[in-house]
């Protein structure tokens, strides 16, 4: 809840409408380093942790639909990366 507007939290993209907010202490968000760090009004970063802070990420595509090169070529890069990577669980 965002008590001081008496609302439920929404979410936003990252340094869209959220920052000018933040930096007028209207509220708080969990953005990216980098989103964090692009120009715009000033905000204070805090790290989450001392554990790295992770969430789930699913990369989704037709199987059955013809995949232009860049976009062959990048599955291939992703798929490689998450098999190459113990903390990643592919799901067919």
């Known amino acids: 809840?965002?008590?001081a507007a008496r609302s439920p939290p929404r979410a936003s993209t990252p340094r869209g409408p959220v920052a000018p907010?933040?930096?007028k202490g209207m509220g708080v968000a969990v953005i990216p380093r980098s989103a964090a760090e692009e120009p715009g009004p000033p905000i204070e970063l805090r790290p989450?942790?001392?554990e790295p802070f992770t969430w789930p990420v699913a990369?989704?595509?037709r199987a059955t639909r013809?995949?232009?090169p860049a976009a062959?070529?990048?599955l291939a890069?992703?798929?490689a990366r998450a098999?190459?990577?113990p903390s990643v669980r592919l799901v067919a």
Do not use: N
């Open 66 to 68: 013809r995949q232009p």
């Open 77 to 79: 890069l992703a798929i």
């Open 59 to 61: 990369l989704v595509w």
């Open 83 to 85: 098999e190459a990577t």
């Open 72 to 74: 062959k070529a990048f």
């Open 21 to 23: 907010l933040v930096s």
């Open 48 to 50: 989450i942790g001392p």
């Open 1 to 3: 809840m965002c008590w």
